[in-house]
């Protein structure tokens, strides 16, 4: 997908998630966004609880979603799930890359320079993001900070400086 998913769009995404009680965090992109950063994300980028129930909810999200494995060069809408997700293929992987009906959604366990949802947790709030209809759980400024340094990929240290800058002035 070449272009951010439109609000109604990320309106649905979040709006199954939140019906089916799944327990994540937004990180990434979408919550420097809540918090205030100027920039732009094409993606959603959520951090699970990895409890065997809340992996339940999650694939029944996923499958609910259409949610299908993106970046496979022989199928450009994503490759779909043999007989869908379920608990043991989520928690086979600790990054999933996907393309839903209503935009990209990344969903990773343990993003870099974290110890995943229950450090993140920790700090994170619920604000209101773009696109959902109420508010969401968060990531902290500083551990999307955290985070993206951690991962040291050029997209993410090209992003440091505005994030910072945007992020880092005591807002929390």
């Known amino acids: 997908m070449s272009e951010r998913p439109t609000d109604a769009a990320r309106t649905s995404l979040f709006g199954v ?76 992987s600790t990054v999933w890359n996907l393309t839903t009906a209503h935009g990209p959604l990344d969903i990773t366990f343990k993003p870099s320079g974290t110890d995943g949802y229950e450090d993140l947790a920790r700090q994170a709030t619920r604000l209101q993001i773009p696109g959902a209809a109420q508010p969401v759980l968060v990531a902290s400024s500083k551990d999307i900070i955290r985070s993206k340094t951690a991962a040291g990929r050029a997209k993410d240290l090209a992003v440091l400086p505005a994030l910072r800058a945007e992020l880092d002035g005591g807002k929390e």
């Open 17 to 92: 998630l939140e019906r089916l009680a799944v327990h994540y965090i937004v990180i990434g992109g979408a919550a420097a966004e809540a918090r205030g950063w100027r920039g732009r994300t094409l993606d959603v980028d959520v951090v699970p609880a990895s409890d065997p129930q809340n992996l339940d909810r999650l694939a029944s999200a996923l499958n609910e979603l259409d949610a299908r494995m993106a970046g496979v060069s022989d199928a450009p809408d994503g490759l779909r799930v043999p007989g869908g997700f379920d608990r043991r293929l989520l928690a086979s």
